[in-house]
């Protein structure tokens, strides 16, 4: 069983469950995003895990261009690409078990406050050992007890409905958008949820699509080669893959992506609704699909993989509006 899973049953949390185990085959470290940045390129080839409850982006790869701030860090590689945001970042362990074959297996592992995972490090038959014992042994805690300080993540606070914004603002504010990396701010601006400004936004910027539109568009970019970006994140980090998908299978309530340096499983069952987005920039309209939880939670985004200074793919757009539509009324 996994850790995660072994802790919901037994009503701990997953940082709980591994530091049980310092002193044994766990070391307890101090979560520095700084020094983990720092110390990673010479690793080498690892494997690089972000997920939230419905999501578990993996990737393997090197970490490279990485530059850390106090407020946040990146890591702009080929194959590891992630935003991290440091102040979430609240215990972290370096875990070492069996792999039953002989072998180890060897990773480092951040949780927040709640003692849920927001990134983990594991590494590879092709890491750098010596340069990845040297990492744990910089990031080696005074403090080796066995217990963490649990809190509770505090929640995003919440807008204040009587201070929303009209249908008529929001499509004003939207229509002026020139980058995506502007609709965070709209919405803090607007007292807007992001659900409640799909809803609200009218079919030329956002409409819904059926439950099993998610697995078609995977599909359908698997089968055209067509390069995509895949975001799956948490507060503590988000995880891009970008480039195309081959191997696209179900199991179960997951489906999966099964590629040599990416793999991704997504819970089908945990999306309540999904919506392809389109937002304004100064290249074009940028066009993705998002899938939010039964809690209004966003699980995960797909774009298409685009160059900046252009246009998007025509055949992600098209990919996109081929999709089965929702009849809005059903999904408000």
């Not at 999501?55 to 991290?84: C, F, T, W």
């Not at 201070?163 to 502007?182: C, G, I, V, Y």
């Not at 080669?225 to 895949?230: A, D, E, H, R, W």
């Amino acid at each position: 069983m996994r850790e995660r899973d072994f802790a919901r049953i037994h009503g701990i949390s997953e940082a709980e469950l591994t530091a049980a185990y310092v002193g044994e085959n766990v070391v307890r470290l101090k979560p520095d995003v700084a020094v983990l940045l720092a110390g990673l390129p010479a690793c080498g080839e690892v494997m690089a895990l972000t997920r939230n409850e419905s999501a578990v982006h993996e990737k393997i790869g090197p970490y490279e261009n990485a530059k850390a701030g106090a407020n946040s860090a990146i890591v702009l590689g080929d194959e590891i690409d992630l935003r991290i945001f440091p102040s979430k970042w609240v215990s972290g362990f370096a875990v070492e078990k069996s792999d039953g074959e002989g072998g180890v297996r060897r990773s480092v592992q951040f949780f927040d406050v709640a003692g849920d995972a927001v990134h983990k490090v594991h590494t590879r038959p092709a890491t750098n050992l010596e340069a990845w014992n040297a990492l744990v042994e910089s990031l080696r805690s005074e403090d080796q007890s066995q217990l963490v300080e649990i809190g509770t993540v505090p929640d995003v606070a919440a807008v204040d409905a009587s201070a929303a914004a009209s249908p008529e603002e929001l499509l004003e504010n939207w229509s002026r958008l020139t980058d995506t990396h502007q609709f965070f701010g709209m919405l803090k601006k607007l007292n807007l949820e992001r659900l409640q400004a799909m809803r609200m936004i009218g079919d030329n910027y956002a409409w819904p699509l059926d439950p099993a539109a998610t697995a078609q568009m995977m599909n359908g970019a698997a089968a055209s080669s067509l390069p995509i970006m895949v975001f799956v994140g948490n507060a503590g980090c988000i995880q891009i893959h970008g480039g195309p998908i081959a191997r696209v299978e179900p199991m179960g309530p997951w489906l999966n992506v099964l590629d040599e340096t990416f793999h991704l499983h997504l819970r089908l069952d945990h999306i309540a609704e999904v919506w392809a987005v389109r937002k304004p920039t100064a290249d074009g309209h940028v066009t993705s699909v998002e899938c939010y939880g039964a809690d209004q939670k966003l699980i995960i985004q797909f774009f298409g993989k685009r160059v900046e200074g252009h246009d998007e793919r025509p055949e992600w757009r098209a990919l996109v509006e081929s999709l089965p539509v929702l009849q809005q009324s059903t999904a408000a």
